[in-house]
């Protein structure tokens, strides 16, 4: 028997997997990609100083994130150096390529943001962002740290 709609998980998912795709697709033609992009992007708006700070908010882990800065380092977009306060920690800096290639990606992200709202009005923008976040908030863990299904009785199979 076939459900009478799609289930909203799976055209979010099928959504999700084109437009990542798709801007995939647009930061690689500007010579990027998304983990490049986030790195470059935290470093400019100053979000974070430290390896560890830009692991966290670009969404990573520590080691994930080494793998990327060693590329760009190795790429020239940025530099790391010892906090010469705290030796434990590395500082990370973009360099004059590193700023290029920020100014490039926000130009590919920016074009790829009008493309994806076109025919789009402020007010289905404004309700799309507003079901988005209410989308993730439903499966988020709530404040005991349990999803919000935990207590459902798993499906017979």
């Known amino acids: ?15 999700a997997r084109l437009v990542s795709r798709a801007f995939d697709e647009a930061l690689a033609e500007a010579g990027g990609s998304l983990p490049i992009w986030l ?11 430290n390896q560890r700070e ?3 908010a670009v969404g990573v882990t520590e080691a994930t994130l080494t793998h990327h800065l060693n590329a760009m380092e190795a790429s020239g977009l940025l530099t790391r150096r010892r906090d010469p306060e705290n030796r434990r920690v590395h500082v990370v800096e973009l360099t004059g390529a590193g700023e290029a290639a920020f100014l490039r990606l926000r130009d590919a992200a920016m074009a790829f ?19 988005l976040g209410r989308l ?3 499966v988020a863990k709530d404040e005991q740290g349990d999803p919000p299904w935990s207590g ?6």
Do not use: C
């Open 1 to 15: 028997m076939r459900p009478a709609r799609t289930p909203t998980g799976l055209s979010l998912a099928r959504a």
């Open 39 to 49: 790195v470059l992007l935290n470093l400019k708006i100053g979000r974070a100083a």
């Open 54 to 56: 830009l692991a966290e």
């Open 113 to 131: 943001d009008r493309k994806l709202r076109r025919g789009l009005s402020a007010d289905e923008l404004a309700a799309l962002e507003n079901v």
């Open 136 to 138: 993730a908030a439903n």
């Open 152 to 157: 459902l009785a798993e499906p017979r199979t």
